[in-house]
Structure formats: C-alpha cells, structure tokens
C-alpha cells in the first residue's frame, strides 16, 4: 500500500491505497498516527471512494484528498475534505478539472493544487487550484513544462514544485 500522507501539528494521516486481495482492491481508510507517542495508527473514518493513486494537500485544519484510481481503470476527480480536530469520514467538496491518478498534490497558506499525473491515455501537464474552505470545483491555471505522473510534488512559502517521475517526453 502506498498511500498519499498529511501532516497535522500532533498527528499525521494517510489515506486511500491498494492492496492485493478481493473483492475491493482500494482502500477507502484515513488513518490517523501520533507525532507524540510509538503506537500504531487508528482508522478514523473513509474516503467518499476507495481509490489508490491519489495524493493530497493539507491545512493545518483539513486535510484533502484528491483524484485516484480504482482496480477498473476508472479515474475519479473528487476533491474530499477531512477534519484534523475529529475524527470521521471526508466529505466531497468540489471537483478537479481533469480525472487523474499518479500526480501531485501542493500547498500555499490559502490552496491546494494538483499537478501533471496519468489520465488513462497520456501523463498530463494541467495544473488545477482550488480554494481551501470552500466547496467549490478548481481551475486550470496552467501548465508543467512536461506531462508527468509518479513524480514527487513539494511546496515552499511561495512557490509548487515538481520534481522527477514519469515524463511524456
């Protein structure tokens, strides 16, 4: 299982994944783990769809999991949204502009973005922007120099960055 993880300020969460046996191969599980204590984690609510492929962006109220895939090959553009201060399940708070697995998700103080990742037919290079605290669908506001999917997305201050993977070309 390789889930997407999120950081809170005493607890860090992963969601969503893929495991090997029937008869639902995606995992619909936020886990919520201690900074603060060895211990192991605790399931604390479900995704609105099990997906694998998916990654996600936080603040240091919610975390958000975005995109995915299932064993189908169907992609989803859900963008879920889950509180840090209780546990339950995520809730469907807007969409994303294109249906994607294998992309990543970044950070600013005010949204979360989603870039490049695989579409089923080619790795993309849209980047999506979404407002946190709302519920409301993103917008295109640009585009990678190359499509990319399994790459590793990190944020600064001020700026996304997306850093190696799977290109197009």
């Known amino acids: 299982v390789v889930p997407w993880s999120f ?11 893929y495991h090997n046996t029937a008869p639902a191969y ?10 603060t204590s060895n211990a192991n984690a ?11 492929g998916c990654d996600g962006c936080g603040t240091e109220t919610y975390g958000y999991a975005l995109n995915g ?3 189908n ?4 553009n859900e963008i879920d949204r889950f509180a840090y201060a209780s546990d339950g399940n995520a809730t469907d708070v807007g969409d994303t502009t294109v249906a994607r697995d294998s992309y990543n998700g970044m950070s600013s103080a005010t949204h979360g973005y989603a870039a490049g990742g695989h579409n089923g037919s080619s790795y993309g290079d849209v980047i999506d922007k979404f407002l946190f605290g709302s519920s409301a669908n ?10 990319t999917a399994h ?5 600064s ?7 190696g993977g799977w290109a197009t070309n």
């Open 138 to 147: 993103s917008t295109d506001v640009g585009n990678l120099t190359t499509g």
């Open 26 to 35: 995606e995992v619909d599980v936020i886990d919520k783990f201690s900074f």
């Open 7 to 17: 950081q809170g300020s005493a607890y860090g969460y992963c969601a969503g994944g």
């Open 151 to 155: 790459s590793m997305g990190v944020s």
């Open 73 to 76: 090959g169907t992609r989803f």
């Open 42 to 52: 605790t399931d604390v609510g479900n995704l609105t769809v099990g997906r694998h």
């Open 157 to 163: 201050l001020t700026h996304g960055y997306n850093a």
């Open 69 to 71: 895939t299932n064993d």
